[in-house]
């Protein structure tokens, strides 16, 4: 396909459409930073091709230069406003970026046109627990489990907002719901342990935690080697 690109880009054809797939190729390739140059080089030629910057942001995005993806999917927006879930897109970039409240904004916009759309709902609640909002995450997830009650992380999203605001038995519960749909989820093990921890059931929460290290983990190991070394 570079070959071929290449050839054409000796000809007459339309360089920028060239460029921009030049750079699909390579962020198809995983070869990003050489995606960005040519998705770049296409954006010099024209600004109105939403498509480059779409994929140039996508190649920031894969290199953690969430920064630098922001204007891109902004722009990409302005161009392609029916294309609703790049919403999502810059919104995560922005969560990735540290900036909750814009995060939470963008998936805000989302859900006015998708409201009953569970995944969004699910995101918008991990960023609003992320920056600490937990009564408006705790309403997020709740809409989460209105519209869907068989997926395994929206019950421990919302258990693990529960055990933040010391509402250790609603965690709980949570969390039993969890590890029902989904039994060997070593971290759920782990949040359930310290909701026990923090309702006073010693006993329980080494349970939990002896089940998680089985299935792998390693925060698990360390609270029960505290506790020997403790004794």
């Known amino acids: 396909a ?3 690109i290449e050839e054409a880009l000796k000809g007459t ?3 920028a459409l060239l460029l921009s797939a030049r750079g699909a190729v390579f962020k198809h390739m995983g070869h990003y930073q050489n995606a960005i140059q040519a998705y770049t080089e296409a954006i010099e ?5 939403a498509e480059s910057f779409h994929g140039r942001a996508g190649s920031y995005m894969a290199l953690e230069k969430f920064t630098d993806a922001i204007p891109d999917l902004k722009r990409t927006v302005q161009l392609q406003p029916e294309k609703l879930d790049i919403l999502k897109e810059l919104s995560e970039a922005n969560r990735a970026a540290g ?3 814009l995060a939470a904004d963008v998936l805000e916009e989302y859900l006015v046109y998708y409201p009953e759309q569970a995944e969004a709902h699910y995101l918008h609640g991990q960023i609003l627990y992320e920056s600490g909002k ?3 995450a705790l309403a997020s997830f709740n809409q989460c489990l209105e519209l869907e009650t068989n997926d395994p992380r929206f019950y421990a999203a919302r258990g693990k907002t529960y055990l ?3 509402t250790y038995q609603y965690a709980l519960n949570d969390f039993g719901m969890a590890l029902d749909l989904e039994p060997k989820n070593h971290e759920v093990w782990f949040q359930r342990g310290m909701a026990k ?3 006073s ?3 329980g929460s080494i349970a939990d935690w002896e089940r998680a290290t089985r299935y792998g983990s390693e925060k698990a190991a360390e609270k029960l080697m505290e506790l020997s070394i403790r004794q």
């Open 197 to 199: 921890w923090f309702s």
């Open 99 to 101: 900036d909750f409240n």
């Open 2 to 4: 570079l070959d071929l």
């Open 134 to 136: 937990y009564l408006k």
């Open 13 to 15: 054809e339309d360089r």
């Open 201 to 203: 059931d010693r006993d």
């Open 45 to 49: 030629l024209t600004r109105m091709d």
């Open 164 to 166: 933040a605001t010391s």
